[in-house]
């Protein structure tokens, strides 16, 4: 058995649309050990909230898991009853969601809000209004007895960020997804909230799980690296190989699209042109192929597994038929 306080397996879920169940995500599988801080990395639509919000068991209406199972902390949280699986949710797993302006109660003060996330896991009375304070300081907000008395709209959007942070944190979570949570901040609180992520990890041996589209983001945060397209994982690996020789050439599309990462030398790789593809109608073969410019024959019919790269997965997986020292440039 890992040591992995969050372990994926085969995950697959569905969203109900027009009649069909559609798959949005296709056979996930990966693991996070304390400490660590893995990246979920890939464009608009393919998969990553829908993940994040299946291994909560928090799943929109439309959409339910199919298959696979989630390892949380030794427990098999599909065997558990909706009651045992509230209960993991914060002290075991807590997500820090896309937007914090619909996570957040806006006829709620900010302050009752973090202690009802407490009450919820038996943390009452005096020491659930102390730890919230707490919670609320932790994060780098300033004077939080006041702040805790304002409502959401009150506040920016860097410290509505922060309140979400508080409320993932307060409860000391193991494992901790946060969910794009530097989009529409500016560049300096960006820089904050990943600090003090990073900060956290480091001090506390939280489980990080990053959800971004952003390269850069992963190159700060991530020891290690899922590149989801189309609902699946089409690379994995340690961040800096990943970085400096991408096995996958959707990956090196990404990688193309930003500057230096790293401080990496590679060459210079192709950016990606057209659009992901809709999900409703997904391409034969592999599902990269009207985009890929390694593209060749077989690409269109047969639909290329996860595999190892290098010796027992040295340079990580990829599911693509043609090798990187095949790739034409
Ligand atoms: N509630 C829903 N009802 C119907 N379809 C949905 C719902 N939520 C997501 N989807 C669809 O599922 C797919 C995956 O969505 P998901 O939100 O996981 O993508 P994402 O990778 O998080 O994208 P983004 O980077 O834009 O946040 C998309 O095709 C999306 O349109
Ligand atoms: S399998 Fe073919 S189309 Fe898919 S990523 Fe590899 S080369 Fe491109
Ligand atoms: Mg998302």
């Keep these: 058995m890992s040591d992995a306080v ?3 397996r085969h995950l697959q879920t569905v969203v109900r649309s027009g ?3 559609l798959p949005v995500v296709r056979d996930v599988s990966f693991d996070v050990r304390a400490g660590e801080a893995v990246a979920l990395v890939g464009e608009s639509g393919s998969g990553k909230t829908l993940t994040a919000l299946s291994v909560m068991g928090l799943l929109p209406d439309a959409a339910r898991m199919t298959g696979g199972t989630v390892r949380l902390g030794g427990h098999d949280v599909g065997a558990l009853d909706e009651r045992q699986r509230r209960r993991l949710r914060g002290p075991e797993i ?3 969601y896309q937007d914090p302006m619909t996570s957040l109660n806006p006829l709620m003060r900010v302050g009752p809000q973090v202690v009802e996330g407490l009450e919820a896991h038996g943390v009452t009375g005096a020491e659930a209004k102390a730890r ?13 007895e ?3 008395r304002s409502y959401p709209h009150q506040l920016s959007g860097g410290q509505r960020q922060r309140v979400m ?7 000391r979570p193991k494992v901790l997804i946060a969910d794009e949570p530097t989009t529409a901040l500016d560049v300096t609180i960006q820089q904050q909230v990943l600090s003090l992520a990073d900060e956290m990890r480091r001090s506390t041996g939280l489980a990080l799980v990053w959800i971004t589209h952003d390269l850069g983001v992963v190159a700060r945060v991530a020891e290690r690296v899922l590149v989801m397209y189309a609902g699946r994982v089409v690379e994995s690996g340690e961040s800096r190989a990943l970085f400096r020789e991408p096995q996958h050439p959707y990956t090196a599309g990404l990688l193309g699209s930003i500057p230096r990462v790293l401080g990496a030398e590679r060459p210079e790789l192709p950016q990606i ?3 992901p593809p809709d999900i409703a109608a997904l391409p034969t073969g592999c599902p990269f192929h009207p985009r890929c410019p390694q593209r060749v024959d077989q690409c269109q019919v047969d639909d290329p597994r996860l595999e190892p790269r290098g ?4 340079n990580g997986w990829a599911a693509c038929w043609v090798p990187r020292d095949r790739w034409v440039s």
């Design 94 to 96: 807590a997500m820090i």
């Design 132 to 144: 919230a304070i707490e919670a609320l300081g932790e994060v780098g907000l300033p004077r939080p």
């Design 165 to 171: 942070i508080a409320m993932a944190v307060a409860l």
């Design 6 to 8: 969050l372990e994926v």
């Design 273 to 275: 042109g057209g659009a």
């Design 19 to 21: 009649g069909r169940d």
């Design 311 to 314: 010796d027992d997965g040295a």
């Design 146 to 148: 006041r702040l805790a």
